[in-house]
């Protein structure tokens, strides 16, 4: 596993091939993207939630399947990174969403965007058509940093970065 800063409030996880970021508040922990299955364990070790350790004595380290309590749509609004907007971005998969923390500047693409190498539309769609317009869509984001599903995060100047691949 490797460990990104990319921020003081966000760091991007390695596992397994797959990234994950995580986002600290004053007194909160926000995972975003869980990675591969089977990554639980190394995803707390990086995290290191004291509180989670004192509560989870005795629990199995794999916890059965929950069902879902709400689930995210267009416009929604959680509660942090200064109010999290959740934007939804069909094309890749049908429920993709992608998350803007406006107070920040940072943008959390999905798999809509990808940076590897250069940005681009990511990969693998299930409507190319509507990944380009959710493409679009965050593209007319005012941000200074993206974070992606594939790829390295842009820490500075991602808004611009990613409008200059619009006409192609």
């Known amino acids: 596993m490797d460990t990104v800063p990319i921020t003081p409030n966000l760091a991007m996880l390695r596992i397994k091939g ?3 970021y995580v986002w600290r508040d004053d007194d909160s922990v926000t995972l975003i993207d869980t990675g591969a299955p089977g990554s639980s364990a190394e995803i707390l070790c990086a995290v290191e939630v004291p509180i989670y350790q ?18 995210l749509v267009d416009g929604d609004v959680l509660a942090f990174g200064g109010d999290a907007e959740i ?4 094309g890749h998969t049908e429920g993709s969403i992608a998350i803007h923390l406006p ?9 809509t965007i990808a940076s ?11 409507d190319r058509e ?12 005012d941000v200074e940093i993206a974070c992606f599903g594939h790829g390295e995060p842009i820490a ?6 990613i409008r200059e691949v619009l006409p192609h």
């Open 18 to 20: 797959w990234q994950v």
């Open 116 to 126: 590897v190498g250069t940005v681009m539309l990511g990969t693998f769609n299930q």
């Open 54 to 71: 004192r509560v989870s004595v005795g629990l199995p380290d794999v916890a059965p399947p929950v069902p879902v309590d709400r689930e």
């Open 130 to 141: 509507q990944t380009a317009a959710s493409f679009r869509r965050l593209a007319a984001l």
């Open 103 to 111: 107070h920040h500047g940072m943008l959390f693409t999905g798999d």
């Open 156 to 161: 500075s100047g991602a808004g611009d970065r």
């Open 87 to 90: 934007l939804a971005i069909p």
